[in-house]
């Protein structure tokens, strides 16, 4: 299995946005679909959505439909998860994870997490 | 949404025992039940997927069991680098969610 590497540690205001980016280390994702999972400081993991790159097809979980947009690169090879609006509570870690198959749910590997701190 | 309950939140355990860790829904989800093992500062790792299913990778002394509500993480002879957060998930219908962890730590 490949590794998924993510981009580095953001500091961001509130009401600003945010864009993470996720590639695979052997180049494509081999026609894996592509989740992303946020974990709040001490707390659980959170499935945001997913993305098939292949198709282009988005799924969003409904407490962020109005604020991510997850987007599939074909030149850089790369998922990216922007998530605007931000606030407070959106501080933790967002990990991406490939999916066996588009929505079949289990996610291996995952990219190492990119901390996100929202501050004034 | 499908809620994901864990059972217990942690416990306390020595090399060489058998854990094992619970983890309800809230609804019955077939066999669509996934668990993940975390350790600090680092990504969770696929253990077990299906309900039953070990991941590629990871050690025999891992299994899993249960269907509709009601599953089980096993783990037989426990060993120094399993000290870690098991999580539950379930992969039955969207939003995808997750059990609140249970931490096994070192007796």
């Known amino acids: 299995q490949g590794h998924l590497v993510q981009s580095g540690a953001e500091v961001k205001k509130p009401g600003s946005s945010l864009k993470v980016s996720c590639k695979a280390s052997g180049g494509t994702f081999g026609g894996h679909a592509v989740a992303w999972v946020r974990q709040a400081p001490g707390q659980g993991l959170e499935w945001m959505g997913g993305?098939?790159?292949?198709?282009?097809?988005?799924i969003y979980a409904h407490k962020f439909q109005d604020r991510v947009t997850i987007t599939a690169d074909e030149l850089t090879n790369a998922v990216y998860m922007e998530l605007s609006s931000l606030r407070i509570g959106d501080t933790g870690v967002y990990y991406c994870?490939?999916?066996?198959?588009?929505?079949?749910?289990?996610?291996?590997?995952w990219g190492q997490g990119t901390l996100v701190t929202v501050t004034s | 949404d499908i809620q994901m309950t864990q059972s217990p939140s942690s416990l306390s355990a020595s090399v060489g025992d058998r854990v094992t860790i619970t983890c309800r829904a809230s609804q019955t989800i077939t066999n669509s039940l996934n668990w993940y093992q975390q350790k600090p500062g680092e990504a969770p790792k696929l253990v077990i997927y299906?309900?039953?299913v070990v991941q590629t990778g990871v050690p025999s002394r891992f299994s899993g069991s249960g269907s509709g509500t009601d599953f089980t993480l096993t783990i037989n002879n426990l060993q120094p680098e399993d000290f870690a957060t098991y999580s539950c998930q379930q992969s039955s219908s969207t939003p995808f969610t997750f059990g609140p962890g249970t931490k096994v730590d070192i007796k």
């Open positions: 299906a309900a039953s």
């Open positions: 993305i098939s790159p292949i198709f282009g097809t988005t």
């Open positions: 994870a490939r999916e066996a198959t588009y929505l079949s749910g289990w996610f291996d590997p």
